[in-house]
């Protein structure tokens, strides 16, 4: 916050001078360009020449962003540059473009917007600025307001499914800044229908966390950049080039989250599953279940794994459903029993410790596993905790991995900083628990940890398309029920 501050004074020095020297070259007194608020209604006023009800783009967050790049933009026409290139300087010098331009004895005011006579252009010039400057918008847009995403995989289902398409919005929990600039516009990390890498790292910026209107909150569904290594193809991509992954929330920093029989418990109290959260169950049937039964359910092969055949009359199913579909699909003829699935087993989970279950010596009887976890205590920014062999067991590799220490590790069994053994540690951000609503079928900190506040990309917003892929009718591939459909 401390960054944000300074550096939005920084630009606002810079906007006071450069429109300072523009009021004085318009005739206007320069000292109204000192006094926050008021310069802006002169600028429209007085200036540019726009209509008054214009002024209230300017308070109204995310959208008083680019009301102000548009009136900075229609100032510079009023003052002769009628170039998308000016925007362009405009926009990568946080404004201070306006500072030398305004110094510059050729800048002379033309009048306001509807006195300024429109410059001729050829059709190449125009087409080349208005797809620069749409190309530079929608990666603005992208950075600081809103990402389209897709759901790949079944992991939050049935609350979100496979085949659809939401914004997700980067100025709820305040949107990130770059990290790494040498990017090619409006890719992740390659280039479209390549393998080549879409980026440079030879320049990575400090990045800082923009106000936002909330905090995340238990239950969110967010999306973030999945922290670990093996898990973004074996490669350290940059934190804002990782893999992007969608979960919703159980726990925040400084919560203490337990799973018992499958069950969420928070601070002691059970946490609130959505409406269609989903688990693993054993279904057992007289024979092969066709296609067109199980699309009369509701289930795709996202849904279905078919186990094999018990005995002559007997085949297995791993069904994930939701617990009312298990008792729709119990009261079919031919299915013999449905039972809830136990996941016991220990191996892979987090935090991947003697002492927690992995591994042939396990140190005690905990065993943690998905359906048995906990209590585990959530890091949060500027609590301290001792430093032993347990601390350590939960908290040490993302002591050393993620909580910006850039010469921490663990050697027999001790927490060393800069080659200096360390007895106590303070953490310097905030950590997430995040889990998929499809709780038996899905990669998420129950398998890999925490999730850094640095790593959050933003909170899952609304549904504007949904496809089924495993639809055969044009008509229903369109899920149409899920248009514009809020996230929840």
Known sequence: MTAFIITFLIIRLGVTIAFWKLFEKAGIAGWKAAIPFYSEFIIMKDLVGKPLYWYIYLVIPVVNVFAYYVLVFDVLRCYGKQSVWAELAVIFTGFWYLVPFSFNQQTKYLGKLSDVPRIRKTALAEWTEAIVFAVVAATLIRFFVMEAYTIPTPSMEN????????????????????????????????????????????????????????????????????PPKRLNENKDYPVDLK??????????????????????????????????????????????????????????PEDVHLDGRLDANTVRYYMYIEPKKAEEIRAL????????????????????????????????????????????????????????????ALYGYTITQYDHNTNAEIKDKKLLIDGKEVTEYTFKQNYYFMMGDNRHNSLDSRYWGFVPEDHIVGKAFFIWLSIDSNSRNLIHKIRWNRFFKMIN
């Open 243 to 300: 893999t992007n992954y969608i979960k919703r929330c159980v726990a925040v920093a400084g919560d203490t989250l337990v799973i018992r029989n499958g069950k969420v418990e928070v601070n002691g109290q059970p946490f609130t599953d959505h409406p269609l959260t989903q688990w693993a169950f054993e279904v057992l049937a007289t024979d092969v279940i066709n296609e067109r039964n199980l699309a009369k359910l509701g289930l795709g």
């Open 333 to 392: 003829p031919y299915i013999k029993s449905v039972q809830r699935k136990d996941f016991t087993e220990v191996f892979g989970i987090f935090p991947f410790s003697e002492y927690y279950g992995f591994g042939s010596g396990f140190k005690n009887n905990l065993n943690w596993s998905l359906d048995s976890f906990g209590p585990l205590w959530i890091p949060k920014k500027g609590v301290t905790i001792p430093v032993n062999d347990s601390t350590l």
């Open 159 to 226: 609350s979100l499914l496979v085949g659809d398409f939401l914004f997700v919005s980067k100025f709820h929990y305040g949107s990130r800044t770059p990290k790494t600039p040498l990017q090619l516009p409006l890719t992740h990390q390659k280039i479209w229908f390549t393998n080549i890498p879409s980026y440079l790292d030879w320049i990575q910026l400090p990045q800082y966390r923009l106000p936002g209107l909330t905090t995340i909150q238990r239950g969110d569904v967010v999306v973030f950049n999945i």
